[in-house]
């Protein structure tokens, strides 16, 4: 069983729509908790950053971890085409905060 | 430069062809780092500079990978004998401090594929 799980998708919604992205991990001592955008032959680029537990907001993304399910999520607000992308949860402990544990990423799809 | 540059952006080699993958840091960036990303699947760490010392190398898959980055700046990720289960994305990540919290800027990649 890998460390991060995440529903590879791929995930269709219509633009204006609010998607809900998440993903569960296994490990306790995760505390930092982030979420990448891949757009297709493009590295990763970071969208939210979150320590510990907590919510956290950024125009229309909001990230939440919720430690005592071991589950963290992304929710996009008002999608756009131009959000079609793969996004992938990250995480890591807090004595090894540089090696990032990832999940095997999230295809989503917003049709115009 | 403003971004992280890698290359080649492809490459293809035969089994058993060594390989040198190339990164160019974001200028006076202290902390370096190779990901591999198989087809459908999230990147996995190989390992990590900081300046030029690497301080983690336990992602590395066999001993036929080797990363250098004598200077503390330009980066090089080899594999020698190649097999075709080292086809995959290699991606290098850079950042100013050696913390996540400021997160990485990665760049686009170096597609391998071992034929």
């Known amino acids: 069983q890998k460390e991060v799980e995440q529903d590879p998708g791929p995930l269709s919604v219509p633009e204006g729509a609010i998607v809900s992205l998440n993903c569960t991990y296994s490990?306790?001592?995760?505390?930092?908790f982030m979420w990448y955008r891949q757009y297709s032959r493009k590295g990763p680029e970071l969208l939210m950053y979150?320590?510990?537990?907590g919510n956290k907001e950024d125009g229309r993304f909001t990230a939440q971890v919720d430690k005592s399910s071991k589950y963290i999520s992304l929710f996009i607000r008002d999608s756009q085409p131009s959000d079609s992308a793969t996004y992938l949860c990250?995480?890591?402990?807090?004595?090894?905060?540089?090696?990032?544990?990832f999940g095997s990423g999230t295809r989503l799809l917003v049709r115009p | 430069g403003a971004g992280v540059s890698q290359s080649p952006r492809y490459k293809v080699a035969k089994r058993g062809q060594d390989v040198a993958l190339r990164c160019d840091p974001i200028?006076?960036?202290?902390?370096l780092f190779w990901y591999q990303q198989a087809l459908g699947q999230g990147p996995e760490f190989l390992t990590y500079f900081q300046n030029e010392a690497q301080l983690d190398k336990s992602g590395l898959p066999s001993d036929r990978f080797f990363a250098e980055r004598p200077e503390g700046s330009v980066s090089t990720l080899k594999i020698q004998r190649t097999q075709q289960e080292d086809s995959a994305v290699y991606l290098c990540a850079s950042s100013s401090l050696g913390t996540v919290n400021y997160g990485y800027t990665f760049g686009s990649g170096t597609r391998l594929t071992v034929v």
């Open positions: 979150t320590y510990s537990s």
């Open positions: 490990n306790s001592a995760f505390q930092y």
């Open positions: 200028s006076g960036h202290v902390s």
């Open positions: 990250a995480m890591s402990s807090e004595d090894s905060s540089y090696k990032l544990i």
